[in-house]
């Protein structure tokens, strides 16, 4: 008995969002956000007394879905607050990594954003990735 595509399809996507919900980055995210929500210092106060700027502490706060990544600001921010800090990724690491790199940087946390990234990835598979030619316009 063959198990269907869509069944295989489903597992490889929930196996794929489970490891993105338990990465590294997501650890760190969450914790600092626990942090930074728990302390009753204004965005401004926090802002002066870490270093980080102020727009970017209100961000955190109030848009805790947007973009994650291992900035000098974030780790700036676990330092401040004595959280373990992430290794920003070496310019001279593998397309792999890079590529997970895009992927997590682009990723808002949920669920649902995780399998639309997945979709418009896999949409990509019918492009023409050996034409490099410039498109007409």
Known sequence: MSVPNNLFTF????????????????????????????DTRSDGQVARDSG????????????????RRASDQFNKLCRFYGLNELPKPSPSGSLETELKGA????????????????????SLKALDVHNHSAPEG
């Open 103 to 122: 992927i997590m940087a682009l990723w808002d946390g949920s669920d649902e954003h995780a399998r639309a990234l997945i979709k418009v990835l896999r």
């Open 11 to 38: 597992n490889l996507n929930t196996n794929i969002v489970n490891k993105m919900n338990n990465s590294p980055m997501k650890i760190a995210y969450d914790e600092l956000l626990t942090v930074l929500r728990k």
């Open 52 to 67: 980080v700027s102020q727009p970017t502490i209100w961000r955190l706060r109030n848009k805790p879905t947007g973009r």
